[in-house]
């Protein structure tokens, strides 16, 4: 697979990379960082990322050779090499099982279809707040408003009440077992409860986000990136 020495992971301080490093501890792996802090006023990425990869996004890691953007295809990678180098736990069902299959599903689903209308309400949420005259603020804020509760609001709680029905179905998302596909779903649920409309009338949702918040690697990496707050942040 041509690795390197050493996995860097280029960690964007509220990002989707806390997930990698989530992994990286689960898994035992060692691996550098390299922190990049986001832009005080727009909260965006620094320029600096784009020299690791042409989109200057988080999460980004580097293995030798080898440079991989997109958390799906990172947590996907890094169960592959741990497994390889036989390591344990392996994180991912046996192929061929029905646990794999909703191992994958979940996977691809994270960014595929839940956070979608999670980045739309934090769109249409800022909208009213970016510089404007006077006169245009509040046409704009009523129209963001009325998109948000019409449209973006609704969906949101759709895919809430599908991953609530679907948590009673096993204790983790690809079934009894804690996966990659967790860690992987995390996000758009951190995300939903900091500003999406998370709140108690869904226990096993709200079950699951203490669990994870339990785990000792969780916790780990947090100590290892930093503080983590996703409610007002997409990249």
Same mark, same amino acid.
């Given at each position: 697979m041509g690795l390197g020495e050493m996995i860097t992971v280029h960690h964007l301080n509220n990002s989707r990379s806390q997930r990698v490093l989530w992994l990286l501890e689960e898994l035992d792996l060692p691996y550098d960082l390299k922190r990049y802090e986001r832009q005080p006023r727009s909260l965006r990425a620094p320029d600096a990322l784009r020299a690791v990869h042409p989109l200057g996004k988080a999460p980004t890691i580097t293995d030798g050779q080898i440079t991989l953007a997109e958390s799906g295809a990172i947590l996907e990678y890094l169960v592959e090499r741990a497994n390889d180098q036989g390591r344990r736990p392996r994180l991912a069902p046996l192929p061929g099982t029905p646990e794999r299959l909703r191992y994958t599903y979940w996977m691809h689903y994270a960014e595929g279809s839940a956070m979608l209308p999670l980045v739309l309400r934090l769109i249409f949420d800022q909208m009213p707040k970016q510089?404007?005259?006077? +006169?245009? *603020?509040?046409?704009? *804020?009523?129209?963001?408003?009325r998109v948000v509760e019409s449209f973006v609001q609704p969906q949101i709680?759709?895919?809430? &009440?599908?991953?609530?029905?679907?948590?009673? *179905?096993?204790?983790? %998302?690809?079934?009894?077992?804690?996966?990659?596909? &967790?860690?992987?779903?995390? %996000?758009? +649920?951190e995300v939903a409860a900091g500003r999406g409309g998370l709140d108690v009338s869904r226990g096993r949702l709200r079950g699951y986000l203490e669990r994870i918040r339990n785990r000792a690697a969780y916790q780990r990496? +947090?100590?290892r990136g930093g503080p983590y707050t996703v409610s007002r942040l997409i990249d």
């Open positions: 510089p404007m005259s006077a +006169i245009a *603020r509040p046409v704009v *804020r009523a129209l963001a408003s709680e759709a895919h809430l &009440d599908y991953l609530e029905g679907e948590l009673a *179905r096993s204790t983790w %998302f690809a079934g009894e077992e804690f996966s990659a596909a &967790d860690i992987q779903m995390s %996000f758009p +649920i990496a +947090i100590e």
